[in-house]
């Protein structure tokens, strides 16, 4: 499909679209109606309103850098309550 086959259908959609909302009519009884499938119908419903949709960021896209901290080896210090002993 080149780009004015994808432009055309896109036009094609959205004039329907905006018939069915006009219509009062649920997507299933309007595409009846015109003689239209109904899941391309609602594939075409749903990709037009991602594309009107302002492009943002989605959350948990993509990779986010990890950088580790430097640590300075410092030695382990380990404090013990007094009522608690070593066993041997």
């Known amino acids: 499909m080149d780009m004015s086959d ?3 259908g896109a036009s094609f959609w959205q004039s329907h679209i905006a018939a069915w909302q006009q219509s009062g009519l649920t ?4 595409c009846e109606q015109q003689e239209l499938r109904y899941s391309t119908f609602g ?8 594309a009107a949709e302002p492009a943002t960021e989605k959350k948990g896209a993509g990779f986010v850098p990890v950088i580790p901290a430097t640590v300075q080896p410092t030695g382990l210090t380990l404090s013990l309550p007094t009522s608690v002993s070593s066993a041997s």
């Open 6 to 8: 994808a432009t055309e």
């Open 27 to 30: 997507q299933k009884a309007y």
């Open 43 to 50: 594939y075409w419903v749903r990709k037009l309103r991602r």
